[in-house]
């Protein structure tokens, strides 16, 4: 069940507050503080295996409103919790209205809500605005990522698959206009064939985002980097009708496995 606390401006369930409490309860009696932020977000990640994946938790009716959702991730929101809650422990910011500010700076263009197309809807665009923000270095190219050319435009082509987009052609110009921008961009990628090579710079608590090969779309899906047994991993939410897992298969053979799937990039989280 959903509630509203402040109308129009947040939106959580009647576990999320609690679930909250108990990921800073688990971050203390671990001493998590004391912790590189990337060894913090891999406890984090690794607290949420097994949580139910749920898709378009944040396409909510009405106005704008940050929705919280910790009963069921996605891939992107597994990621941004995984990084919200390692931002507020290492901050000490650990009350529930904490968190909530954190959740907001991460997933909005400049941390502001103003309006549908303020939400950062394109991966590539949310790893470039959380750079200019100081939350991450995007270090594909350092890792020897190639150029990665891509015309952004799937949501101004298919706006039927957005309710918000049918029914706010205001909105419709405004995601035309930030594609437009994401599109001029240089993206670079780290080609899956190249992934193996690549691995041993990949630190664990990375944030990997894969690149697609659907018209119009620059990611396909994300996770985080977790060393097992010295290999490179993916930590995910991977589909519907599963659950936040670890691959089996190394990150590489993982992508292997998908033709869909291009290459990474790969963001760095920053000591807050």
Not at 196 to 224: C, F, L, R, Y
Request: glycine residues 6%.
């Amino acid at each position: 069940m959903w509630n509203h606390a402040a109308p129009d401006h947040w939106i959580y369930g009647d576990d999320d507050e609690t679930i909250c409490r108990k990921k800073f309860e688990l971050a203390v009696s671990s001493r998590l503080r004391e912790k590189p932020i990337n060894d913090v977000i891999i406890e984090m990640g690794r607290s949420f295996l097994g949580t139910e994946y749920v898709a378009h938790t944040l396409e909510q009716p009405g106005e704008e409103a940050l929705v919280i959702n910790l009963r069921g991730l996605d891939c992107v929101s597994f990621c941004e919790n995984s990084l919200v809650f390692a931002r507020c422990i290492k901050k000490g910011t650990t009350t529930f209205d904490d968190y909530r500010a954190e959740l907001q700076f991460i997933r909005y263009r400049g941390g502001i809500i103003d309006g549908y197309p303020s939400r950062l809807h394109y991966f590539s665009d949310y790893i470039f605005d959380n750079e200019q923000k100081r939350v991450w270095r995007n270090v594909t190219k350092s890792l020897g990522g190639v150029p990665f050319r891509k015309t952004v435009n799937f949501m101004s082509t298919h706006p039927d698959s957005y309710p918000q987009l049918k029914q706010r052609p205001a909105f419709l110009s405004a995601i035309r206009r930030q594609e437009e921008t994401i599109s001029k961009r240089e993206l670079v990628h780290i080609p899956k064939e190249n992934v193996a090579e690549a691995a041993e710079k990949i630190q664990n608590g990375d944030v990997i985002a894969i690149t697609s090969d659907i018209p119009g779309m620059d990611i396909a899906h994300t996770g985080i980097a977790v060393r097992q047994d010295g290999k490179l991993h993916f930590m995910h939410a991977p589909i519907m009708g599963s659950k936040v897992m670890i691959t089996p298969k190394t990150l590489a053979e993982y992508l292997a496995g998908n033709k869909k799937q291009l290459g990474i990039m790969v963001a760095r989280p920053l000591e807050p």
